[in-house]
């Protein structure tokens, strides 16, 4: 494992429990930023002690983290003035959004959340929905680049630096530009932000400053607008149950012909909150029930690789957005071993590095 700044680590803590907040965003760029480091290795580069990271990942996890906030008005910030949630830019285009899903019927917070969430990550959204999105990102990318991207730590951009320009024209991770952090502190994230650090003491902070500005709201009702996600939006795995219905199929990890099977998450979604196609295999109930939340070790997915291409192949053809999905979470390779390899090498960083189980027949 490399090795750990104490000083960095400090500076991450100090920064976690002493900081004064007048507003949410520091939390909120720390939890995306840990998020992004963890997710999306494959788009992170590490060059002169300084790690190149994609920014549309970490406001796509912003628009998420605060759009049940805007939805049910709950404030975000405050100054002498008044509390409100964001800004009033952000808010309308939120809200832009919000009224194209009206014909729905009167959705709740968990309901748009899913919604919004299931069409955004299967390329389900209509033009205009894109084209609000689109106009989203762009403002939401302003405010974390002018406010706690640049007043974070002691010194302006102290911890992050070097942020690219991007001409945005349309919704895609290319497009955004990048951001880099110092290696020490990449470390910091990548080895202990789910655990030492702990998104715990970040999402600690942040329904302690929500409850203080929202006082008629509970501590409960706070915690379960953030953790939200993890816990109830997309883990359906319909679209593949019905792909081979009433069909024999492999099972991906025995390789046993099989008609009634179960959906297994390669990385299981407890871990890595991923519900795309390419993580979704069908599985022998027994072998799944063994499983369960183990990973798939490097030596298994190699045995298993013939099959694993096969279906991914299948899911190329049913379904347009699995290009898409593959390419966001594995990255974007020439042929399928390319894959493989980086699928590999994530099921051997969460073993090894992080002490998950492994999986093995």
Known sequence: MEKIDLNSLIKINKIIEKDNLSSSYKLALLKGTIFVVNKFDH???????KVKLPF??????????????????????????????????????????????????????????????????????????????????????KIIKDNPM???????????????????KNLNYEELGTFCIKEDIYNVFKYLGYNLLGLSTILKRWVDFTLRINPELNRNQIFNYMIYEVQDVLRDTHDIRKLFNNQIVECVWSGKKIKYFDV??????????????????????????????????????????????Y?????KEKFSYFLKQREISLGKYNNENEYILTLQKKCDFLISKLGFDYFEI
């Open 311 to 315: 279906y991914w192949k299948i899911y």
């Open 56 to 141: 549309y990942f970490l406001v796509e996890q912003w628009f998420f983290d605060y759009l049940p906030f805007v939805y049910d008005n709950i404030k975000q910030q405050t100054n002498k003035k008044k509390a409100q949630i964001l800004n009033k830019q952000i808010e309308s285009l939120y809200r832009q959004l919000f009224d194209t899903f009206k014909s729905e019927s009167s959705l709740n917070w968990k309901e748009i959340y899913s919604v919004i969430y299931y069409r955004y990550h299967n390329d389900k959204l209509d033009k205009t929905q894109k084209d609000i999105l689109l106009k989203l990102f762009k403002e939401i990318r």
């Open 264 to 309: 297994d998450h390669i990385i299981p979604f407890s871990i890595y909150f991923n519900n795309d196609l390419w993580n979704l295999m069908p599985s022998d109930k027994k072998i799944n029930n063994k499983k369960r939340d183990k990973i798939p070790t490097p030596e298994l997915i190699e045995k298993r690789k013939d099959i694993l291409i």
């Open 43 to 49: 788009f992170i580069t590490v060059k002169n002690k």
């Open 150 to 168: 640049k007043y974070i730590g002691d010194d302006n951009y102290e911890i992050f630096f070097d942020i690219s320009n991007a001409k945005i």
